[in-house]
């Protein structure tokens, strides 16, 4: 699937014009970000480590950084209803505004971008306090969603100026369940769109196309989509994209777009190095996951081969497995993490697969239409 040559080829020209250093953080705009922070800390384990707000100076918002493993998630809300933290909200619900990026040089970050037609989000620039100097600058991809560029090296700081440290409790740290970096982050766009985006990643920041997946791979009796994975960073970043296609009833990917009102981020894949373990904590914390089908475990070895976990187990926590050229990998998804059916997450452990566990749409599309049906909207 992966085009190796032309893969690396290109991959050394964006090191020229668009290096990423790695994920920074995942921002969500959210109804009441002091909630949404206490449910990543109780139910995934996240711990908080800064805070901004009135209490720090800031006068419009108030946002709430968590951590666990390398992931951070930064949860924000408007103080006014004149907000335009507000009024994403009251359009998309809860969801992702940026995805932002570590960059060695946010200026360059934005010149690069921008002089290849990206739509400016945010100047650059820079912040100071005690503990340093950071560079931001932000451009949009889909829907409302940005991308932020952020330049750290000069910082050190618990998150970014105007933030203040918040030092997690004993308990929270002893709910962290083993989440450790980001995977992948999925977009979900209109139907005839995703080429256009998948063009525009290549185009402003040198990504490469590395998996397509057609809508004859990815569809059940009901539900189809088609998806391509964009990859930046030398790997270390990875956005599929998602475009719904036309089936018996409602794409999952048009259920979405209907609720979220635009193109959106649908899912972040967090990786775990013991999904059965992380997975057995997050659902003791009550994390809902989509269930597995008896089915699915009864034709599993025949599929996927040996494997190291026990079946009974994987079966027991709707742990799905999938196999490709170079290993094996283990996934589950969450169910919806606020009432519009629009953002999720996965936890996914790899054993050498670098897919995406295609085997498993089938599935997974069936679990998720299952959820679709009991909305009313299949
Ligand atoms: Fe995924």
Not at 93 to 99: A, L, M, N, Q, Y
Not at 112 to 129: I, W
Not at 270 to 283: F, R, S
Request: hydrophobic share 35%.
């Amino acid at each position: 699937m992966a085009d190796t040559k032309q893969g690396e080829l290109r991959a050394a020209q964006q090191e020229e014009f668009m290096p990423i250093k790695n994920w920074d953080h995942i921002e969500f705009y959210v109804g009441n970000a002091k909630q949404a922070a206490h449910f990543y800390e109780t139910t995934f384990g996240f711990v908080p480590i800064a805070y901004a707000g009135l209490e720090t100076g800031v006068r419009d918002r108030a946002s709430y950084v968590l951590e666990q493993g390398k992931i951070r998630l930064v949860l924000t809300s408007a103080l006014t209803g004149d907000s335009p933290i507000a009024r994403h909200t009251m359009e998309h619900g809860d969801g992702v505004k940026d995805i932002a990026l570590q960059v060695p040089d946010a200026t360059k970050a934005f010149q690069e971008t921008v002089s290849r037609g990206a739509r400016p989000a945010m100047e650059p620039t820079v912040s100071e306090d005690s503990f340093g100097r950071v560079v931001r600058s932000a451009i949009y991809t889909y829907g409302e969603t940005i991308h932020s560029f952020i330049e750290r090296d000069d910082y050190a700081g618990p998150f970014l100026p105007g933030y203040r440290a918040v030092m997690p409790t004993d308990a929270q740290r002893a709910r962290q369940a083993g989440l450790a970096a980001i995977d992948h982050v999925v977009g979900n766009v209109e139907l005839g769109k995703m080429n256009e985006w998948v063009e525009f990643y290549e185009r402003t920041m040198g990504f490469t196309q590395i998996i397509h997946f057609t809508d004859e791979a990815i569809s059940t009796e009901y539900s189809a989509l088609m998806s391509k994975v964009m990859q930046g960073g030398h790997g270390k970043v990875k956005f599929p994209i998602n475009e719904p296609a036309t089936g018996r009833k409602k794409s999952q990917i048009q259920e979405y777009l209907d609720y979220y009102g635009t193109p959106g981020v649908q899912h972040i894949a967090l990786i775990t190095g013991d999904i059965i373990q992380t997975v057995t904590q997050l659902q003791a914390q009550g994390v809902e996951f989509l269930p597995g089908l008896t089915t699915y475990y009864e034709e599993l070895t025949d599929r996927v081969g040996k494997i190291d976990e026990p079946i009974d187990e994987l079966a027991r926590l709707g742990i799905l497995v999938d196999r490709d050229d170079d290993g094996y990998l283990l996934q589950i998804f969450t169910k919806n993490v606020q009432d519009r059916p629009t953002v999720f997450f996965e936890v996914i452990q790899r054993k050498g697969a670098r897919g995406f566990g295609e085997g498993n749409f089938k599935a997974l599309f069936e679990a998720i239409e299952r959820e679709q049906e009991l909305r009313g909207n299949l």
